[in-house]
């Protein structure tokens, strides 16, 4: 517990954390708002409404996680950690845990912000949406997904020991590679799909008709997990064993 405390400190000091969050409840709330501004009936918001601007937040969260824990790592202040304690895993988790639950709780923030503005402005929501399944598929593929890349962002960091490597490649990947990709009804694009963190999430939670992935839909689900694990292992396993600077 007092490493969760002194990595939140730590983490909180620094500007660039509350700039990126600020990005991210702001151009969220502002998505929300916009949407319920511009459209042309009178029926209740649903919970898929609240995940407009999803794209935008996971490129931020993607760039904002990576590069915290880049510069942790680059400019030699996790050195201060390991003063508190000499388990690294500890530092470890508790590092990915705080940015984790920063980044959920800032999307969270601008989803309430988002209702309340436009309640304020006269629409509704039909709450019900939130609970039913497959009502609130894409509401709850929406906060997997943050939480999926940001873990996957701060594991490459701490892997390849640069934010901004981690950051680009998994840019690439989210913002390019897969959107070409899913627009591409070719056998070999789903092939590829089939294996990439995105679409399988987006398959697990809202079926397989989604991208049309040969998997079964459990079996999506368990691939991303398995991305995940690996690359946080692999992040354990390389963080034990290099030098703090």
Do not use: C
Not at 107 to 125: D, E, K, P, Q, T
């Amino acid at each position: 517990m007092n490493t969760i405390v002194s990595e939140s400190r730590k983490i909180f000091s620094l500007r660039s954390t509350w700039v990126y969050l600020a990005i991210i409840t702001v151009g969220l709330t502002a998505a929300n708002v916009l949407m319920g501004a511009i459209r042309n009936d009178d029926s209740a918001l649903q919970s898929s409404d609240v995940a407009i601007g999803a794209i935008f937040a996971v490129v931020i969260m993607i760039f904002s996680s990576a590069t915290l824990v880049g510069g942790d790592l680059q400019k030699g202040t996790v050195a201060w950690s390991y003063l508190s304690t000499n388990r690294r895993l500890q530092v470890l988790s508790s590092q990915i845990l705080v940015i984790t639950v920063a980044n959920v709780a800032a999307a969270a923030l601008a989803g309430i912000l988002g209702m309340l503005l436009n309640s304020a402005l006269g629409g509704s929501y039909d709450f019900s949406s939130f609970v039913h399944y497959p009502d609130n598929a894409v509401f709850l593929f929406t906060f997997v997904e943050y939480i999926v890349y940001t873990l996957l962002a701060t594991g490459l960091a701490y892997i390849l020991r640069s934010g901004t490597f981690a950051a680009m490649l998994l840019i690439i990947e989210y913002f390019v590679i897969e959107s070409v990709l899913t627009s591409m009804d070719m056998g070999w694009a789903k092939f590829i799909l089939q294996i990439l963190p995105d679409a399988n999430l987006r398959t697990f939670f809202q079926g397989q008709d989604t991208f049309g992935l040969m998997a079964p839909q459990w079996v999506s689900g368990v691939i991303v997990l398995a991305m995940v694990v690996a690359v946080l292992g692999g992040a354990a396993a390389v963080q034990r064993r290099r030098a703090v600077v």
